[in-house]
């Protein structure tokens, strides 16, 4: 028993009310994320913020060797990077605001800016070379060429390969069963919904 005639417990804290929300806020302002998810966040615009703040530096810093062909080279794929990496910001951003973020896209938000990049080089080696003037295979531009063609050749390959078929198809007909597609096996059917409905 306490001197002041008490019972000995401590004085309970009356709970203090939750003020409201503003009614000028349109939605609740609470991150929809978990801090799991909010740490994987910071990490990534940190790592791509400052793999664009390299890519930067390294760009003003190559402009004073304009001059030489490594440099225009470089120069080329870090356009490409940057590109990339903008690409890739805007995409995190805009996905972090709206609430559809996802950890599974990482892969793509890190090496999008790595085949930018090759992009960006490939695309100037290909106006170097002189395809686009008609001037290709000229005397020095032999290595260009050669990387042109295979480089356009390698980007295109899945559309050039589909509309040769679409081709082969009007001048030949198609046939029921293609020699190289395997054929379905009769115990299962045709019908990809048959083993889910069973």
């Given at each position: 028993?306490?001197?002041?005639?008490?019972?000995?417990?401590?004085?309970?804290?009356?709970?203090?009310?939750?003020?409201?929300?503003?009614?000028?806020?349109?939605?609740?302002?609470?991150?929809?994320?978990?801090?799991?998810?909010?740490?994987?966040?910071?990490?990534?615009?940190?790592?791509?913020?400052?793999?664009?703040?390299?890519?930067?530096?390294?760009?003003?810093?190559?402009?004073?060797?304009?001059?030489?062909?490594?440099?225009?080279?470089?120069?080329?794929?870090?356009?490409?990077?940057?590109?990339?990496?903008?690409?890739?910001?805007?995409?995190?951003?805009?996905?972090?605001?709206?609430?559809?973020?996802?950890?599974?896209?990482?892969?793509?938000?890190?090496?999008?800016p790595l085949v930018c990049g090759v992009m960006g080089l490939s695309i100037y080696i290909t106006l170097q070379a002189g395809i686009d003037k008609g001037t290709a295979g000229t005397t020095?531009?032999?290595?260009l060429f050669a990387y042109s063609v295979g480089f356009l050749t390698g980007l295109f390959a899945d559309n050039a390969m589909n509309k040769l078929r679409d081709i082969a198809h009007v001048?030949?007909?198609?046939?029921?069963?293609?020699?190289?597609?395997?054929?379905?096996?009769?115990?299962?059917?045709?019908?990809?919904?048959?083993?889910?409905?069973?």
């Amino acid at each position: 028993m306490d001197p002041q005639g008490g019972t000995g417990a401590a004085p309970t804290k009356a709970t203090e009310p939750v003020p409201p929300r503003s009614p000028l806020l349109k939605s609740n302002p609470d991150s929809k994320y978990r801090k799991p998810e909010i740490t994987l966040q910071l990490i990534e615009a940190i790592i791509l913020t400052s793999a664009l703040l390299v890519a930067l530096g390294v760009t003003f810093y190559l402009w004073q060797f304009a001059a030489s062909w490594w440099s225009l080279q470089a120069l080329a794929g870090l356009a490409g990077i940057i590109a990339g990496l903008l690409h890739s910001l805007k995409w995190f951003y805009r996905t972090v605001g709206d609430g559809e973020w996802e950890t599974d896209r990482a892969w793509w938000r890190y090496l999008n800016p790595l085949v930018c990049g090759v992009m960006g080089l490939s695309i100037y080696i290909t106006l170097q070379a002189g395809i686009d003037k008609g001037t290709a295979g000229t005397t020095g531009k032999g290595p260009l060429f050669a990387y042109s063609v295979g480089f356009l050749t390698g980007l295109f390959a899945d559309n050039a390969m589909n509309k040769l078929r679409d081709i082969a198809h009007v001048l030949f007909g198609s046939t029921r069963d293609a020699p190289s597609k395997p054929k379905s096996s009769p115990s299962r059917g045709s019908d990809p919904e048959q083993g889910h409905n069973a």
